[in-house]
């Protein structure tokens, strides 16, 4: 309803995304949200009853940063995740929710917004819904408090947000003093923005599963897990089974490799498998199903032509020579002009002892035994 250092500070941040393009209006004249991926109401005043429509029936994606000037007791109405009505202000500080997993914030992040400047709160009996998701809490000093800074929520199809503070704009300059850049406050920014513009990923878990591996290749599996921000995750265990022709089960694990899973399943022999991946993140199970095929592979069949290059090469490098089909009257002429291609005759003399032979030996033995038999029987001497 009136400029702020607020507004500037979250424009600087959105023009500096190549994805996203922003107008800055006042609440009076907007004429639909429809056109619009995320609307941000900064200091809500409900005099404008499409801009109200819009928020009670959840078709446009809304932050709320509620701040002096807001009118808490209509945004209560609008049933935007809390109820009651402002009595004062209050200075609050950050202090981050680490059970919530959709926005992933770096460390640096963290600290920065852990020491930033206190927000401008509306202080009073507030009541906040069950069903938010606080990424953020109050913190009073050292005191955290049980309310939230920061938090989101879904109406119908379309999420919101609502910054129960005013004065981010200190958190960039803070972010500048103690750091010297700008980068941590737009990335925290950048965060919310993408989480409450983006559309609801229908699929959160996939799994990249080739439908046909050859057997001398290795079957690499990988995973993909994304939070609501559409963030990839892998803190949850991703279960893998795989089952051959056999019925043999086989349960490999997954290695996390960056924010993603993968899984080498080697070399494995040809066939059809079947096989189931699972995970569970924040009490819901995605499961994923599927076959893949090894195929045989005919090494003879790989490649049935002659690689004339590679041969040619063979003969030079052997002192031989290359001919085609077509030259074999030339290879017959080569072969006889070659003078180092002449007939060789070796003779060799070898001697061996009679004894070397048995049945030779004992045959003349044999012979030699019966003529001095004979000899004897007939008184030759």
């Not at 032509?305 to 041969?311: I, K, Y």
Request: proline fraction near 3%; aromatic fraction near 12%; glycine fraction near 4%.
């Amino acid at each position: 309803n009136g400029p702020h250092p607020d507004i500037a500070a979250l424009r600087f941040v959105i023009e500096n995304n190549k994805n996203y393009e922003v107008e800055i209006k006042q609440i009076n004249e907007v004429s639909s949200l429809k056109p619009y991926d995320l609307a941000i109401i900064h200091n809500y005043s409900s005099i404008n009853n499409t801009v109200n429509d819009a928020i009670a029936s959840g078709s446009t994606p809304c932050l709320f940063i509620v701040g002096n000037r807001s009118e808490v007791t209509a945004l209560s109405n609008a049933k935007v995740g809390f109820s009651g009505r402002k009595t004062d202000l209050e200075e609050v500080g950050f202090k981050h929710n680490s059970a919530f997993k959709e926005i992933l914030l770096s460390p640096k992040v963290i600290d920065m917004l852990s020491s930033a400047p206190p927000l401008q709160s509306p202080f009073g009996d507030f009541k906040f819904s069950s069903a938010n998701e606080v990424l953020a809490y109050q913190k009073v000093g050292n005191i955290t408090l049980d309310k939230p800074l920061i938090y989101f929520n879904k109406k119908n199809n379309a999420r919101f947000g609502v910054i129960m503070g005013e004065g981010i704009w200190r958190w960039r300059l803070h972010d500048q003093m103690k750091n010297s850049t700008t980068d941590n406050y737009q990335e925290f920014i950048g965060k919310i923005i993408t989480f409450l513009a983006v559309k609801d990923n229908k699929d959160p878990f996939k799994v990249h599963v080739a439908k046909t591996y050859n057997e001398n290749e290795k079957v690499v599996i990988k995973a993909e897990l994304y939070n609501k921000s559409y963030e990839l995750i892998n803190e949850p265990e991703v279960i893998f089974e795989y089952t051959n022709e056999n019925e043999k089960t086989f349960a490999p694990h997954f290695v996390r490799l960056g924010n993603a899973y993968q899984l080498d399943l080697g070399r494995l022999e040809a066939g059809v498998f079947s096989w189931e991946a699972n995970t569970t993140f924040q009490d819901k199970t995605y499961k994923k199903t599927g076959t893949f095929l090894v195929k045989q592979i005919n090494v003879e069949q790989l490649n049935i032509e002659a690689n004339h290059r590679l041969l040619r090469n063979m003969s030079q490098n052997s002192g031989g020579e290359f001919y085609f089909p077509t030259e074999l009257e030339k290879l017959k002429n080569d072969i006889q002009n070659r003078d180092d291609l002449v007939t060789v005759v070796y003779q060799e003399k070898t001697f061996d002892d009679l004894i070397d032979y048995k049945f030779l030996f004992f045959l003349i033995i044999l012979v030699l035994t019966v003529e001095w038999f004979f000899r004897k029987f007939n008184g030759a001497y």
